[in-house]
């Protein structure tokens, strides 16, 4: 396949709630263009985009894949994409790279929560945007309902433009401009409300719209496109993806009227850190952006990435801009799912794939050799579901990091990491089915099996009151003793200040030498825990009294002697179990606000604010304990039938009520 100019590009993302049906449409858009003889189904396991094992048994999406087509001597990239919350980030990480998106909607259940992520991402980058609107063969669909519902929820700017013809479950669709349709009374209200908004999109086609004057089929063509471009006008086409109805109005609608990558800037920092816009053109310096990975059983590991300009060919030398080193591509596919094919050279607007690249990953910026530019980083949604991951076997155990790291590497909203405090192996990720898919693909793909359990919480310790200990280290066995002595003061420091040390020693009771024995031997202590086992933090601990032996003091005497006066100044302290607390933000639909405020004051959470979100939906600030987030996913879910989401990010620590701190220290002082 040739380069295009790339006028005749387009990149557009297929996104909506899971289950609505946007692999199917990919799939029977392939078949239309001719880039498949069959059309494969969800249910059988035989879709180009749904490839995966994991994907054939859980019958929906788990990874975006990649799909182009030619219709009318445009080239149309397609990513399909998740539906569902757990994989949210997968519309994070391609929304930045994309200059259009379709989102599809049920024609029965209308909005989800998977239209508003879509809306949510769309609009952080400025994506211009259609809603087709599926399902339409169906019984209890509606499409002049569900346009009302867009409308509502996304504004004005929601037009229908493909509509169904005749009454019942679809059987046809119109574009409601096209001239076929001009002379239909069925469609006169709709289309002059089309015709209002696209003339809107010019002051001169105002003028002659309302002169009385007839657009032209390329007035109206322009119209769309500008007021697309802009996201004055997002269109809202009907059709039944199962029934191939309305794929060929919407690849119209793609092909003629949305943004091309010369439409889209391109603005990018210089080496100075001063923003520049670059010329989009084959014959600029190359500049990309990765936006995902993927390891396929053929070839290895494939690097997905979008040329911003320039054009990039297989077999050349490229800069890392972000990591500051020198890559080399191997050969560069064009994607249609699982099958590759191989290009010499890629340019403006091009999403493909390159092999064999040492050390390139999620977000980086690529570029021609001698170029100095970064594009903005790539932001994504940060993992909120945590658990605690134990190997079954030693040999597990030898794999799991490796194995771990690649899943990352496919799905950078999962994570991993050694939690210090409770000396847990942590992963991280979305939502529950995002984990539990990655730990399959885990066992299927590596090898590897682990068990999952909900993580300890890190509490820490502190202290209320003052107090004062005496601790003394004293060993007598022959040859050199071991002597330390000290007598300290303890007291609270500022909530977060953590740890401080004071040296009042006067008149060398204590030498020198020893001081920084004494301070270690206290710090040694606290992280170990006094009343639970876990740390000791936002204390101030004062050296101000000792004594020492000329021969049988050492720096191990006095870390000892210190750990001991440390260990009775806390006890005598008041010391009490902090907590992590949460900030907590969930947007739900109205109809369940009482519920969610409810189960988050029940969970001692303590509400800050409610404010209006699109959609006729409200986000709840609160502050929860982390403790009482661990099972919040499946809660919220279940409470708002999967309408509703959330965020969370850690705050702050506060005191543990005393009931749940005696529970805690019951558990076996907490301690792994």
Not at 223 to 228: M, P, Q, S, V, Y
Not at 299 to 305: A, D, E, I, R
Not at 432 to 451: I, K, N, S, T, Y
Not at 635 to 641: D, V
């Amino acid at each position: 396949m040739s380069m295009l100019d790339p006028s005749r590009i387009r990149n557009v993302g297929v996104l909506g709630h899971g289950g609505v049906g946007k692999t199917t449409l990919i799939e029977n858009v392939l078949h239309d263009a001719g880039v498949v003889n069959r059309v494969g189904t969800v249910e059988d396991g035989t879709t180009v985009g749904d490839y995966l094992q994991e994907e054939k048994e859980h019958h929906h999406t788990i990874t975006m894949k990649l799909a182009h087509v030619d219709w009318n001597g445009v080239r149309v990239h397609l990513v399909d994409h998740p539906g569902y919350a757990d994989f949210v980030g997968e519309v994070a990480a391609s929304s930045a790279v994309l200059d259009g998106v379709v989102i599809l909607v049920d024609g029965a259940a209308g909005p989800e929560v998977g239209t508003d992520n879509a809306v949510k991402y769309a609009d952080l980058h400025k994506v211009p945007r259609a809603f087709f609107v599926n399902k339409l063969d169906r019984d209890q669909t509606d499409f002049a309902t569900v346009v009302e519902q867009l409308k509502e929820a996304y504004g004005k700017a929601c037009v229908p433009l493909v509509v169904p013809t005749g009454s019942g479950p679809i059987s046809g669709v119109v574009n409601i401009l096209d001239e076929a349709a001009e002379s239909d009374p069925a469609f006169a209200a709709l289309r002059e409300q089309a015709m209002d908004v696209v003339a809107e999109t010019d002051d001169s086609l105002t003028e002659k719209y309302l002169d009385g004057q007839k657009l032209t089929p390329d007035e109206l063509r322009q119209g769309l496109h500008d007021g697309i471009a802009r996201g004055d006008i997002m269109p809202i086409l009907a059709g039944s993806a199962t029934q191939d109805i309305g794929m060929r109005e919407l690849l119209d609608l793609i092909a003629l009227c949305f943004p091309s990558p010369v439409d889209r800037h391109v603005v990018v920092h210089k080496g100075d850190g001063s923003l520049v816009e670059l010329e989009v053109s084959p014959d600029a310096p190359f500049l990309g952006q990765v936006f995902h990975s993927a390891i396929d059983p053929y070839v290895g590991h494939l690097t997905f990435f979008r040329v911003l300009t320039g054009t990039l060919k297989s077999q050349s030398d490229f800069i890392n801009h972000t990591r500051g080193h020198k890559e080399r591509t191997g050969q560069i596919y064009l994607l249609n799912g699982a099958q590759q094919e191989p290009v010499e050279a890629v340019g403006p607007g091009d999403l493909a794939a390159m092999t064999k690249l040492k050390d390139t990953h999620f977000g980086d910026t690529i570029e021609a050799i001698g170029a100095d530019f970064e594009a903005d980083p790539i932001e994504l949604p940060e993992g909120m579901v945590k658990l605690a991951i134990v190997p079954k076997s030693r040999a597990d155990e030898d794999k799991i990091g490796e194995s771990l790291g690649k899943l990352h590497e496919e799905d950078p909203t999962f994570d991993h990491f050694r939690d210090e405090q409770t000396h847990e192996h942590i992963i991280r990720g979305m939502g529950d089915m995002q984990l539990e898919v990655l730990l399959e693909r885990m066992e299927r793909q590596f090898g590897v099996h682990a068990e999952v359990r909900p993580p300890r919480i890190a509490y820490k310790e502190t202290i209320r009151g003052s107090a004062e200990a005496h601790g003394r280290h004293k060993k007598q066995s022959g040859g050199h003793g071991q002597f330390g002595d000290v007598h300290i003061r303890v007291r609270p420091n500022e909530r977060g200040a953590g740890y401080e040390f004071v040296d009042s020693i006067t008149g060398g009771v204590v030498p020198r030498q020893f001081i920084p024995s004494v301070d270690k031997g206290s710090q040694d202590a606290l992280a170990k825990g006094i009343i639970s086992g876990h740390p000791v933090v936002d204390i101030v601990v004062e050296l101000y009294d000792g004594s020492f032996h000329t021969v049988d003091s050492s720096d191990m005497a006095f870390q000892v002697a210190a750990s001991m006066a440390i260990q009775e100044a806390v006890q005598k302290a008041r010391p009490c179990l902090l907590e992590p607390v949460a900030n907590v933000s969930v947007t739900t639909p109205d109809e369940y606000l009482g519920d969610i405020t409810g189960d988050l004051n029940g969970r001692r959470g303590r509400i800050l604010g409610i404010e209006p979100a699109p959609g006729g939906k409200q986000t709840i600030q609160a502050q929860v304990p982390e403790r009482e987030m661990l099972s919040y996913a499946s809660k919220l879910r279940s409470i708002t039938h999967g309408k509703g989401s959330y965020e969370s990010r850690f705050s702050h620590y506060e005191e543990l009520p005393e009931h749940l701190e005696k529970a805690v220290i019951a558990e076996g002082n907490g301690k792994a």
